[in-house]
């Protein structure tokens, strides 16, 4: 099946912000949706009942993803680094291993993560990432690391994988589509800032797009200054 004709889609997080967009853009799509969560974070899927298949569990239990992605064409997987057991890296290989081949696998991430040494960090990213990475591992709560090697598992693996790396989030109505760029560092994306349901948006819309195939696109609000300079436009 080619990626202009996905039908169905498991979402791995549904239950978090950025899954329940997720959700309500694959529906709005007409696709077939099956989400997994943690069961304990069930009821917040309640207004999708009826409309959904849900296959309750951790996202990193491999079990749980292999009957989730089962004949399913594409997969969109929120890569959260909770706690210090190698979640996100546990959750990733799980997909990898389990989606069926040819499927379209989108993973999300922040932009702290780099696939080829050339994005350019300001010191002042780079100085708050380091420090929300000491201090969550302290507490036992993130562990930024372990998204990084989930992410190098991804961009190790053959199969058409796409990672959306995004800016700092904010709610709000939709602007439209983010713009991208492969590199951090691109003045395009100075603004850093995007709307949490865009962020949806486009990782719903890179499993129809076979020119994200392999790439690791970093977004930011199309609507943004540094995007509206970018294509030439003032905001009105």
Not at 5 to 31: E, F, Q
Not at 56 to 84: H, M, N, Q, S
């Amino acid at each position: 099946m080619g990626t202009d004709r996905m039908g169905k889609v498991c979402i791995v997080g549904a239950s978090g912000k950025l899954g329940r967009y997720m959700v309500r853009h694959a529906l709005g799509r007409g696709y077939e949706v099956v989400g997994v969560c943690r069961e304990g974070s069930v009821p917040k899927l309640a207004e999708f009942e009826g409309r959904i298949t849900l296959v309750p569990g951790p996202t990193d239990d491999r079990e749980v993803i292999r009957k989730a992605v089962a004949g399913c064409d594409g997969v969109l997987t929120v890569l959260v680094p909770w706690g210090v057991r190698q979640y996100s890296s546990g959750t990733a290989q799980a997909v990898l291993d389990h989606a069926r081949p040819g499927a379209r696998l989108v993973f999300s991430c922040g932009w702290h993560i780099t696939r080829d040494g050339k994005d350019t960090y300001s010191w002042l990213f780079r100085t708050g990432v380091r420090i929300a990475a000491v201090l969550a591992k302290l507490v036992r709560a993130v562990e930024l690391d372990d998204q990084v090697e989930a992410c190098r598992r991804i961009f190790a693996s053959e199969t058409r994988w796409t990672v959306v790396r995004g800016s700092s989030l904010e709610e709000g109505e939709s602007q439209g589509l983010p713009v991208w760029s492969r590199h951090v560092g691109d003045p395009v994306l100075a603004s850093n800032l995007t709307r949490r349901v865009d962020f949806a948006l486009f990782m719903v819309e890179a499993l129809t797009d076979d020119g994200l195939v392999q790439e690791a696109p970093a977004i930011v609000g199309c609507r943004t200054e540094s995007a509206l300079a970018h294509t030439g436009k003032r905001a009105q």
